[in-house]
């Protein structure tokens, strides 16, 4: 086990020490330095503190925790690996994702997976504890985005506008969602049963990390969103 004290350090200089370090790496003191373990296979990272924008970016194996909460873009075009958050993260988490997964116990900030992507076997999984801010779900075109809204569900689970321009992948909220307003390119339904095996095999890990009962989170009603369109601007740019 390797500690790095973060205090008074900038990422390049964490990084090497990432870099540089064959065990468990925890990180203490970290307070908004950004691009942590970007572009790294492998590393196993624990992280005291806050860290800044883009953290695991371009991440392509390992794991990372983080103690608190997190900046924007976490996970930024990730290709693989395990990002764990306790708290919060900000906006654009997993933008361009395409492969790994990325699990927050908290609320996530606006476009969560915006731009995520699939590619053969892989499909990359975003589950968010909270609620998630606008836009949640922008020009999706791959992997699997879940909202749990267990902090308060009795509001809403989601902001305005998710699910703008999806068009590949698939969206599970916590919530029957009668106070929210779709996008016409996509279809909404309440899961079934074939619904639920998938979600119980998606969340098994999340809540075993975060210790949560899955049987009482299933017996929840969720809402399932799914484009009905690959191409869903194709009649503003075609003639019918």
């Known amino acids: 086990m390797t500690r790095i004290q973060a205090r008074g350090l900038d990422h390049k200089t964490i990084n090497e020490q990432i870099a540089n370090c064959d065990d468990t790496c925890i990180i203490e003191g970290c307070c908004g330095q950004r691009f942590i373990a970007a572009g790294m296979t492998d590393k196993d990272i624990e992280i005291n503190g806050i860290p800044g924008n ?13 103690s608190a909460n997190a900046q924007d873009a976490v996970g930024d075009t990730m290709n693989a690996g395990t990002i764990v958050v306790h708290g919060n993260i900000g906006d654009a988490a997993g ?11 908290g609320n996530a900030g606006y476009r969560a997976g915006i731009h995520m992507k699939a590619y053969e076997d892989k499909v990359p999984l975003m589950v968010i504890g909270g609620k998630a801010g606008s836009f949640l779900g922008e020009y999706q075109a791959g992997g699997i985005i879940i909202v749990l809204n267990l902090q308060c569900p009795t509001n809403k689970c989601v902001g305005f506008f998710p699910c703008t321009g999806m068009h590949g992948g698939k969206v599970f909220l916590r919530s029957a969602c009668e106070n929210v307003v779709f996008p016409s390119q996509v279809t909404t339904r309440m899961a079934n049963l074939d619904d639920l095996a998938e979600l119980k095999s998606h969340l098994e890990e999340y809540c075993d990390i975060f210790g949560l009962d899955i049987d009482e989170i299933l017996s929840g009603t969720f ?13 503003m740019y075609v003639a019918n």
């Open 54 to 66: 883009a953290l695991g970016a371009y991440l392509n194996g390992g794991t990372i925790r983080v």
């Open 223 to 235: 809402t399932v969103v799914t484009p009905d369109s690959k191409n869903p601007y194709r009649q």
């Open 95 to 105: 933008y361009a994702m395409r492969g790994g997964k990325i699990y927050v116990k």
